[in-house]
């Protein structure tokens, strides 16, 4: 019996262990950004089109209903040196049906957009004042109480993703030591222990401790 129980525990413990190294070893995919880039609406300056990513190019398969860690790598620095460090994260991102982005001027530059993730709204542009924000976009990391990756679910229908900084003034941004990227990884939720393999390790630690105090009972011969 006890054998039996202390065998269900070493194949419970490795089934936790491969768990806990799918989620963390997973392979990457890196991209690296450039923070002038965007899918958002921008006014009255020059900017750069967010490069979209083929999800059918990854490293890995990615279906609806998979899990995704978007990690955001590096820093930005939001205009000159003299004002500006090379400290900012924020960063966000929009899964869509197609790569087709619009043009600047217009609000909703992503037509194949799909939501995703808790929608995050976006600022208006620094100069004219004017909405930026759509519904589907969701935020992957942030400078203020700093958050540098979110796990996402793919949507139906999502053949490609556009990451990019976020920002209300875009065409004055650096990336002085070329180090934004963002990763993108499959996620594996790490499995809880479940209610029978709890009972099973109790049941394993209490027959142990009761052998070991029968050991410990156990007359010893005389001298």
Not at 14 to 28: N, P, Q
Request: aromatic share 10%; with cysteine.
């Amino acid at each position: 019996m006890f054998i039996a129980n202390l065998i269900r525990i070493i194949f419970t413990c490795v089934a936790l262990v491969c768990g806990i190294m799918v989620a963390l070893f997973a392979h990457a995919d890196i991209f690296s950004l450039d923070p002038r880039a965007t899918y958002l609406r921008v006014n009255s300056e020059a900017s750069f089109d967010a490069s979209a990513i083929d999800l059918s190019n990854l490293s890995f398969a990615v279906h609806a209903g998979d899990l995704l860690k978007l990690q955001e790598l590096g820093d930005w620095q939001a205009g000159e040196p003299v004002h500006f460090t090379d400290t900012a994260k924020d960063t966000i991102a929009v899964f869509s049906s197609s790569s087709t982005l619009l043009n600047s001027f217009i609000l909703n530059r992503v037509p194949g957009a799909i939501a995703a993730g808790i929608p995050f709204i976006t600022v208006p542009t620094f100069f004219g004042d004017l909405q930026t924000d759509i519904p589907q976009d969701f935020l992957v990391a942030r400078t203020v109480n700093p958050i540098t990756s979110v796990v996402v679910r793919v949507p139906a229908g999502a053949k490609f993703l556009f990451v990019a900084a976020h920002d209300s003034h875009y065409s004055t941004n650096q990336d002085p030591d070329s180090d934004y990227k963002v990763s993108i990884t499959p996620f594996t939720a790490v499995p809880e222990p479940s209610i029978h393999q709890l009972l099973t390790l109790g049941l394993a630690i209490s027959l142990s401790v009761f052998a070991k105090r029968r050991l410990m009972k156990r007359p010893h011969p005389p001298s």
